[in-house]
């Protein structure tokens, strides 16, 4: 990656996380990690949460940008404005995290660290399903079984070799974002996850997972919906069958 220390952009989508976002910036700046970035990418949120944004890129240690958006359509395509966002501005790692808190931020140098050390890993997620990951306790017997259940679900159609395929807290080297065109990435949802990993491996690109504890999101409200499982649930099907869109 070169004699200076690559750029890192953790690229955060917010919709109403007016309490949680800061609390992320606080986390990443404790880091200590040289030539951290932040964006975060706010969908018009009712509670403020741009307006923190705003405050904290003038206030924080470390740099906070803001890409403020004017409807919430989905996850994916607040990803896909955000990582297109830190590609132009030149990030040589770009970090996908919730504003939620439910991705460890302790886990951000060691994703780093492994695209450093390993030449050959495209991205590096945080895993739940590796040895040493582990879900949050909180959760009931019946999520923790629908999850394990999605992703045998995806790794079967797919083909992936992946523990965790649905997967929200990746690092990816910029070369593999753009080897993969993720401006074309058109799913939401845990669906965005799924094709996002498809598309790396069906690069012949190597995906390296090491282990996370995810945690109960920790204030405000879940944004999953019907409409989002559906779309992942038949995703699968689409990519298998259907090709990629480009």
Same mark, same amino acid.
């Given at each position: 990656?070169?004699?200076?220390? !690559?750029?890192?952009?953790? #690229?955060? =989508? ?6 949680? @976002? !800061? ?9 200590? $990690? ?11 949120? =009712? ?23 004017? &409807? ?10 955000? +990582?297109?966002?830190? $590609? ?20 951000? =140098? ?8 390993? %030449? ?16 949050? %306790? ?19 159609? @797919? ?17 593999? $974002?753009?080897? +993969? ?13 799924? &094709? ?14 090491? !282990?996370?504890?995810? &945690? &109960?999101?920790?204030?405000? #409200? ?13 995703? =699968? ?10």
């Amino acid at each position: 990656m070169g004699e200076t220390d !690559p750029k890192v952009t953790v #690229v955060v =989508p917010t919709y109403n996380e007016r309490d949680n @976002l !800061p609390v992320l910036v606080d986390m990443l700046t404790a880091l200590g $990690l040289p030539n951290l970035h932040v964006l975060v990418v706010d969908d018009n949120s =009712p509670d403020g949460t741009g307006d923190v944004a705003d405050k904290l890129g003038q206030e924080a240690a470390i740099p906070v940008g803001v890409l403020h958006r004017t &409807e919430k359509d989905g996850l994916g395509r607040a990803y896909v404005a955000g +990582i297109t966002r830190a $590609l132009d501005e030149g990030a040589d790692i770009v970090v996908q995290m919730d504003a939620d808190l439910s991705h460890p931020a302790s886990v951000v =140098p060691t994703m780093v660290a492994t695209l450093a050390e390993d %030449s050959g890993a495209a991205v590096v997620l945080g895993s739940r399903y590796v040895r040493g990951g582990e879900v949050a %306790s909180q959760w009931a017997w019946h999520r923790k079984a629908l999850s394990a259940w999605a992703n045998r679900y995806v790794n079967v159609i @797919l083909r992936l070799g992946v523990k965790d395929a649905t997967a929200g807290f990746k690092a990816w080297r910029a070369g593999t $974002l753009r080897a +993969i065109e993720v401006g074309t990435v058109r799913s939401n949802g845990y669906a965005f996850q799924v &094709e996002m990993n498809y598309r790396t491996v069906r690069q012949g690109l190597r995906i390296v997972e090491v !282990p996370i504890r995810f &945690e &109960e999101r920790a204030d405000g #409200v879940s944004k999953m919906s019907l409409a989002v499982q559906l779309e992942s649930a038949l995703m =699968p099907w689409k990519l298998r069958f259907g090709g990629r869109k480009r």
